[in-house]
């Protein structure tokens, strides 16, 4: 069983999944390796190392994979994602403001771009957690999914 946040609900880890706002109102996806053509997109995400609080993991997974420098707005979802690769995971989904930094189009996880909200691409049916997390995102915005619902 996992230590900080994930021991309080029933999961292995946690882990981040971060909605980046940019100034122009745009979302900043990276696009992993293999992703199909109709779906090549993610939020910017991962697991959190053992013992590190989500929040830190969540500015420092998008520096990472994007380049930029965020600020965390809000948690605005968390749920739990059961079968995943590495487990059961307790997903914190974060709002985070750009803050400096620039895209990296050679990033860990592919490419890093930024779309307007009416044009996003979909996401990697293999990253449920990620398109639960972007649907929650968008209902708050009052939008609709770029693809196909896999979860509440």
Known sequence: ?????????????DGALVAVETDADELVLIHPPGGPPEAPASLPSNPCDPGEIPEDAAVRMVRE????????VREYARFIQEGTPTGTMLAHCYIARVTGGSLIYEGPEGPARAYPLDALPAIMPI?????RALDAYLKQRGLASPGPSTGP
């Open 1 to 13: 069983m996992a230590t900080g946040y994930a021991q309080h609900m029933a999961s292995d880890y």
């Open 127 to 131: 990253r449920v957690a990620n398109q």
């Open 65 to 72: 994979m994007t380049g930029l420098d965020v600020t965390i």
